[in-house]
């Protein structure tokens, strides 16, 4: 079955650091673009981060600077290396096959598989 599982949260102190992981089985990421996106209660899902199949990657205005995304082939998994982090971070985050387009996403009908989240908490 093809299957993305997102793993990494928890809660964390502002200006700490969380990695989270997307890890793919039944199909090989390779050959993707994935995306991050992250929801927090009340709000729209937002666009977070994309890397391409061939490793260029893109940021929300939101996260630059702080946010890194990579891919490491061999072991089928995206990260996102979040520092810095703040209590407006706090959310759901997803990742999903699709294309990388420009943030704001707006058009969300071309992302064809989606883990079940994992939960960023920021917070003194």
């Known amino acids: 079955q093809v299957q993305l599982v997102e793993s990494g949260g928890g809660l964390v102190q502002p200006g700490g650091s969380l990695r989270l992981s997307c890890a793919a089985s039944?199909?090989?990421?390779?050959?993707?673009?994935i995306n991050w996106f992250r929801q927090a209660p009340g709000k729209e899902r937002e666009g977070v981060s994309c890397?391409?199949?061939?490793?260029?990657?893109y940021y929300a205005d939101s996260v630059k600077g702080r946010f890194t995304i990579s891919r490491h082939t061999t072991k089928n998994t995206v990260y996102l290396q979040m520092n810095s982090l703040k209590p407006e971070d706090t959310a759901v985050y997803y990742c999903?096959?699709?294309?990388?387009?420009?943030?704001?996403?707006?058009?969300?009908?071309?992302?064809?598989?989606w883990g079940l989240g994992t939960q960023v908490t920021v917070s003194s």
């Open positions: 999903a096959t699709g294309p990388c387009q420009e943030f704001p996403i707006t058009t969300m009908t071309y992302y064809d598989y």
């Open positions: 039944g199909f090989t990421l390779a050959g993707y673009a």
């Open positions: 890397i391409t199949s061939d490793d260029t990657t």
